[in-house]
């Protein structure tokens, strides 16, 4: 079994375990001024259970999404600090990968602005993000592949590798199997270097990613996945069993694996020991 490149954890989630107050819209941009400690922290966590690739903590950071809170208006500076707290946490040698998330609820793709909305502010979140150092961009937890499309190409214009990811939502409808590949190949138009699935149970990803796998092999950007324990039917999900599940997509032929909302430092740390 090829060794993956191990991607971190989720920071929402982990910072709520922590009992960090999230308050909307702002969500874990919040944390960036009110928590800053407990965002190095987790970081530093995922470091040591064996994270190679670090995601910054920009979920929400757009000026567009903190309107009306403490920190409208300064979208810019909170991303920036998202990165420079990624870094601290993560140490030297780790990559840092700036997100990209939806402009709208990443499980309401009803919701997707238009075109020129897209085009606009994923532009200048990836420009900020370039400019404020990270190794790659990740553009994550995508509901349609219009904004999957609109955000890579953003991202690649910055010049940095840029891996790009969708979401099948809570049940795993949001793309059916048709829908993944094509997403896929309009990824790969777009420039990406890895497409991956994110933010789904992590049950469901297995089968969708064995299509991929199987279709996608040995052609186009590298595949991965990192999955949540939080909306699955099949009851919990301890550190060694999300390790069986994602051990199995490495198998398939994934080359990054993760985790997601709901995961900790314990599951991945469960995942990497599984490598040696």
Known sequence: MTRPTFL????????????????????????????????????????AAGAEVHTTNTFRTRDCCLAGTPWAGRGAALAATAVALCRDGAGPEARVAGSLAPLADCYRPDLTPDDADLQREHTALARILA???????????MPTARELSIATCAAVATGLPVWSAITLGPRGDFFDRTGVLSAWAQAAEAGAEAFL??????DRITPVLAT??????????????????????????SPERYA???????DLGAGIVGGCCGTTPAHLAALTDRFG
């Open 8 to 47: 971190d954890g989720p920071l929402g989630t982990e910072l709520e375990r922590r009992g960090v107050a999230l308050p909307p819209p702002a969500w874990t941009a919040a944390a960036l001024e009110q928590a800053p400690d407990t965002v190095v922290a987790i970081h530093a966590e995922y470091a």
């Open 131 to 141: 400019a404020s150092g990270c190794d790659l961009l990740l553009v994550e937890t």
């Open 197 to 202: 699935i994110n933010c789904v149970p992590a």
């Open 212 to 237: 991929l796998c199987d279709r996608a092999a040995g052609d186009g950007p590298a595949l991965g996945a990192y999955g949540n324990t939080i909306f699955s039917a099949a009851g919990e999900w």
């Open 244 to 250: 069986d599940e994602a051990v199995a997509w490495a």
